[in-house]
C-alpha cells in the first residue's frame, strides 16, 4: 500500500510536469512564435555570462533565504518542519527520484513560472504564483520565501532574456538546501 501511494503521488508530480511544459509550448505555438526563443533558450547568451549570472543569482537567493530565516527566527515565525520533512522523504525515495525533482522538475518550474507567467503577469505576478505554488508544504514561511525567491529569479530572467540563468541558479540553490537539511 506505501509503495502504490508513492508511486501514485510520483505518476502526479510527474503529470504537473508535463503541465508546465506542455502549457507554454502550446501558449507560444498558438501565438505562432518560437517557443526556444520565446522562453530564452536560444543559445545567444554566451556560457560565460550564464554562469555568472546564475552564480549571482545564486547569493543573492541564498542570502536572501538566510535573512529571511534570521527573522522568522528572532519573530518565533518558523513554521519550516514540513519543508525539511518533505526533503527527509524524497531522499528516502531514492536518488533517482531526488536527481528528476533537482533537474526536471527544476527546468519544468522555470519554463512555466518565468517563461509563460513573467511574460503574461509580470515580474510580481509570476513570483505571487510561484509563492502560492509551494502552499503544498504547509509552511507559511516556505510560500513567503518562494514569492521572494520568484521576484529575484524572474528579475534575473528579464534582465538576461535567457531561462538557463534561473535554471541554473534554481537547482543550484535546490542542492544547497537538500544538502542543509540533511547535514543538519
Do not use: C
Request: glycine share 8%; no cysteine; proline share 3%.
Amino acid at each position: 500500500m506505501y509503495l502504490q501511494s508513492i508511486l501514485s503521488f510520483n505518476i502526479s508530480m510527474v503529470a504537473l510536469d508535463f503541465l508546465f511544459f506542455g502549457v507554454p509550448l502550446a501558449f507560444y505555438f498558438l501565438k505562432r512564435a518560437r517557443p526556444l526563443n520565446e522562453l530564452g533558450l536560444h543559445a545567444r547568451v554566451p556560457v560565460k555570462t550564464v554562469l555568472l549570472e546564475a552564480a549571482g543569482l545564486l547569493v543573492a537567493m541564498l542570502v536572501l533565504t538566510a535573512a529571511l530565516g534570521w527573522a522568522a527566527s528572532m519573530l518565533g515565525l518558523d513554521d519550516t518542519q514540513p519543508v525539511e520533512e518533505a526533503i527527509q522523504s524524497t531522499v528516502q525515495e531514492g536518488m533517482g527520484w531526488l536527481a528528476y525533482l533537482i533537474v526536471v522538475r527544476v527546468f519544468a518550474e522555470e519554463v512555466f513560472f518565468r517563461g509563460l507567467l513573467t511574460p503574461v503577469l509580470g515580474i510580481g505576478g509570476s513570483a505571487l504564483v510561484f509563492g502560492a505554488a509551494h502552499a503544498l508544504y504547509g509552511s507559511y514561511l516556505e510560500v513567503m520565501g518562494a514569492a521572494l525567491l520568484g521576484l529575484l529569479l524572474a528579475w534575473r530572467y528579464k534582465a538576461t532574456k535567457t531561462l538557463w540563468v534561473p535554471v541554473g541558479a534554481h537547482m543550484a540553490y535546490n542542492i544547497i538546501t537538500i544538502w542543509s537539511v540533511l547535514a543538519l
